[in-house]
């Protein structure tokens, strides 16, 4: 680990370099013969949950509990993804129990049941609680008073009063049961909390003689967790009024994992006794790293995994508990968690092309956000990858896999912000129909349009007037669409003038609003940033910002912009943005169709800064689709996204240039564009980094 803690404080450093890209002068052939120097990156949070989907069968996303990863336009930037010491140690505790978990057999399910008054009993004897605890104990009284105690633990108020911390064996889904009644005269109040949260809360009004049992799924890690049962009624020393009679915990009740249990046993398949261990040891370890650091295993790389069944079995361990030890020092590698690329000549400014093996790792990382599978390491072992024919027969084949869905959900989701939809709070007292589901519903639908395009290989424009979209009951009836039932999202081909096209989505409208209003401002930024890639300048301090009592002043949001417009120093952004915005005012906050601004009458005209006007998001989306520089913007994302950097005007303009022309000629398909891409200097190509100039 130490070693992993050098090189990753290499990566930083590298990731900090401060490099400035220099015009080509010191490339032969000039600036459109650069491909750039792309920084040493690690596996962002994505990339690192799909490969380990891919190489231990999780599909536990186990990088969502890391930090989230620092951002530039895209989150695979090499410059911005710095190593932490707390990233180090999530490493390590992370592939330690996905190793487990993948190659350990499946745990046996438990079913523990615990008698309420034997647990008090337990927990607190001679009826007092142990010193520091957070419970109060209580007798195992009834709530009339001098009845003779019973089986089950009568207990009042807002204290914790069953407390259990059970041993999970394993990840998975699991069954908290709790039989409960009424034990006094109001109903009572039920509330289970696992490790402090509560996961069920619910009146209880069964009868002592016929209690009902609450059974709870909670699906939670292998290892110790707190369950408690709690009575939520406050200020009620008058009445004992929930009883317990006992808690039951049931699991895991997991499916079946065919690819744990295929890996698992391909993994073993050598026996150490019959084939020897250093035989067998060699062999799993080699076959694992190879896939992992997704290239040939040097034999010096290969001992060190050896190693550690060595001393596995120094320590009177077996060699399955070896073998794990070697998958998790695979998994602690530079080598996997970074996507390291070994030039001969490190420092020269010469562009030259990438290694098969590494190119194997571009493209499937950016097609998949994932590591190559053994068809296309193969293909780069033999040497065939870098022949143009042979890289498109792989870059299509990558495409027509469901694994390029990472182009919708990773890409797609960046390049269209719609992973700020997570965090958008519209006010509930403005908007009181919205909540988490319609919040999904919405990310669904857009999601699923865009799969749609790369699935039936449409034009990319098309994204801004398309007649059809992904509703459930539940969107169409915030949009006002009927004849939708149930809550799965389903394609559905538009009818209404209103909605069409990525405009009209309540993803996009609701992530480019303020909490209790709509914001021109960030709807034309929006359209600015993501279609036309001209980033209007940062606001200057100290500008006052648009009244939030917009029905207050009498006047329409609109006129507030437009007044707020002649302050001098905020024209010249807003004069940008600001009309653009103005066409989606037909739609509120969180994207429903309205007429009126309150009592006011909207008016949704607006015009580019070329002149160009346009009355309401439709022909908005018209105006935008014969703009051709859509086109060119959607290159720019894709390309910066693929290479992992931000993209230089003077060195990167010209592969933008074909880019933009190859996606005209081809229909602007963006599977298409993607082939585009892998094609370029700047995807199969590199150079050491140029002279620092500060």
């Given at each position: 680990m130490r070693a992993l803690a050098i090189i990753a404080s290499f990566a930083v450093l590298v990731s900090c370099e401060g490099t400035i890209q220099v015009p080509g002068t010191l490339i032969n052939g000039g600036p459109c013969a650069d491909p750039g120097h792309v920084t040493l990156r690690r596996l962002n949070r994505v990339e690192y949950n799909h490969t380990m989907r891919d190489l231990l069968g999780d599909t536990t996303s186990p990088a969502n509990t890391f930090p989230p990863d620092p951002s530039a336009s895209f989150d695979n930037n090499g410059d911005v993804l710095a190593m932490s010491a707390l990233l180090l140690e999530l490493y390590e505790s992370t592939a330690s129990r996905v190793v487990d978990a993948a190659l350990l057999p499946p745990a046996a399910p438990i079913s523990q049941r615990y008698d309420a008054r034997a647990l008090h009993a337990a927990m607190c004897p001679g009826g007092t609680a142990p010193p520091g605890s957070?419970?109060?104990?209580?007798?195992?009284?009834?709530?009339?008073?001098?009845?003779?105690?019973?089986?089950?633990?009568?207990?009042?108020?807002?204290?914790?009063?069953?407390?259990?911390?059970?041993?999970?064996?394993?990840?998975?889904?699991?069954?908290?049961?709790?039989?409960?009644?009424?034990?006094?005269?109001?109903?009572?109040?039920?509330?289970?909390?696992?490790?402090?949260?509560?996961?069920?809360?619910?009146?209880?009004?069964?009868?002592?003689?016929?209690?009902?049992?609450?059974?709870?799924?909670?699906?939670v890690a292998?290892?110790?967790?707190?369950?408690?049962?709690?009575?939520?009624?406050s200020a009620r020393a008058y009445d004992r009024d929930l009883g317990v009679d006992f808690l039951k915990v049931e699991g895991p009740n997991n499916p079946p994992n065919p690819a744990r249990e295929a890996l698992r046993t391909r993994t073993f398949a050598c026996n150490p006794v019959t084939e020897g261990e250093d035989v067998c040891a060699r062999k799993i370890l080699g076959e694992f790293a190879h896939r992992a650091y997704r290239r040939p295993v040097t034999e010096d790389e290969l001992d060190a995994l050896v190693a550690m069944v060595t001393l596995a079995k120094a320590q009177g361990d077996d060699f399955q508990t070896g073998i794990r030890l070697g998958f998790k020092r695979a998994l602690t590698s530079a080598e996997f968690?970074?996507?390291?690329?070994?030039?001969?000549?490190?420092?020269?400014?010469?562009?030259?092309?990438?290694?098969?093996?590494?190119?194997?790792?571009?493209?499937?990382?950016?097609?998949?956000?994932?590591?190559?599978?053994?068809?296309?390491?193969?293909?780069?072992?033999?040497?065939?990858?870098?022949?143009?024919?042979?890289?498109?027969?792989?870059?299509?084949?990558?495409?027509a896999d469901p694994r390029s869905d990472a182009l919708v959900e990773v890409f797609a989701a960046q390049w269209l912000k719609l992973r700020t939809l997570n965090p958008a709070s519209p006010a509930l007292d403005v908007y009181p129909g919205f909540d988490g589901a319609l919040k999904t519903a919405m990310r669904d639908e857009t999601l699923l349009f865009m799969r749609s395009f790369i699935r039936e290989d449409r034009s990319a424009l098309e994204l801004l007037d398309a007649r059809h979209t992904f509703l459930n009951e539940r969107l169409a009836g915030h949009y006002g669409i009927s004849g939708i039932t149930g809550p799965a999202m389903q394609r559905v081909e538009l009818t209404t003038p209103q909605r069409g096209g990525l405009l009209t989505?309540?993803?996009?409208?609701?992530?480019?609003?303020?909490?209790?209003?709509?914001?021109?401002?960030?709807?034309?930024?929006?359209?600015?940033?993501q279609l036309l890639c001209q980033e209007p300048p940062p606001p200057p301090p100290n500008v006052p910002g648009l009244p939030e009592g917009v029905d207050a002043t009498g006047k329409t949001l609109r006129q507030l912009a437009e007044a707020h417009?002649?302050?001098?120093?905020?024209?010249?952004?807003?004069?940008?943005?600001?009309?653009?915005?103005?066409?989606?005012?037909?739609?509120?906050?969180?994207?429903?169709?309205?007429?009126?601004d309150g009592t006011l009458t909207i008016d949704a005209t607006g015009g580019l800064p070329d002149g160009r006007t346009f009355d309401g998001a439709g022909e908005l989306s018209k105006v935008l689709k014969d703009d051709a520089r859509v086109p060119r913007c959607i290159s720019r994302k894709m390309l910066t996204y693929a290479i992992g950097r931000e993209l230089n005007n003077a060195t990167d303009g010209c592969a933008l240039d074909t880019l933009t022309e190859q996606m005209t000629k081809n229909g602007n398909r963006l599977t298409e564009l993607a082939l585009q891409v892998v094609k370029t200097r700047q995807f199969s190509q590199r150079r050491g980094a140029l002279p620092v100039t500060r």
């Open positions: 957070d419970y109060t104990c209580f007798g195992p009284v009834n709530s009339t008073a001098g009845t003779p105690p019973t089986a089950t633990l009568d207990i009042w108020e807002h204290d914790y009063y069953l407390d259990k911390l059970e041993a999970f064996p394993a990840d998975g889904d699991y069954l908290l049961s709790v039989r409960v009644f009424q034990a006094g005269a109001v109903v009572a109040k039920l509330n289970v909390l696992l490790d402090g949260k509560v996961v069920h809360q619910s009146d209880v009004t069964a009868a002592r003689a016929s209690p009902a049992t609450i059974t709870v799924p909670v699906t292998a290892g110790n967790h707190r369950i408690q049962i709690r009575n939520p009624n968690l970074f996507k390291t690329e070994h030039d001969a000549e490190p420092d020269s400014v010469a562009a030259h092309p990438v290694s098969d093996v590494e190119l194997a790792t571009r493209l499937s990382y950016f097609l998949w956000a994932s590591t190559p599978d053994d068809e296309l390491l193969r293909a780069a072992e033999q040497g065939t990858l870098s022949d143009p024919a042979s890289l498109e027969i792989q870059a299509r084949r990558l495409l989505h309540g993803s996009i409208l609701t992530l480019t609003s303020v909490p209790n209003r709509t914001s021109p401002v960030k709807r034309g930024k929006w359209v600015l940033d417009r002649t302050n001098v120093a905020c024209s010249g952004c807003h004069v940008q943005m600001d009309p653009i915005g103005f066409s989606l005012e037909h739609f509120d906050g969180v994207g429903h169709w309205r007429d009126k």
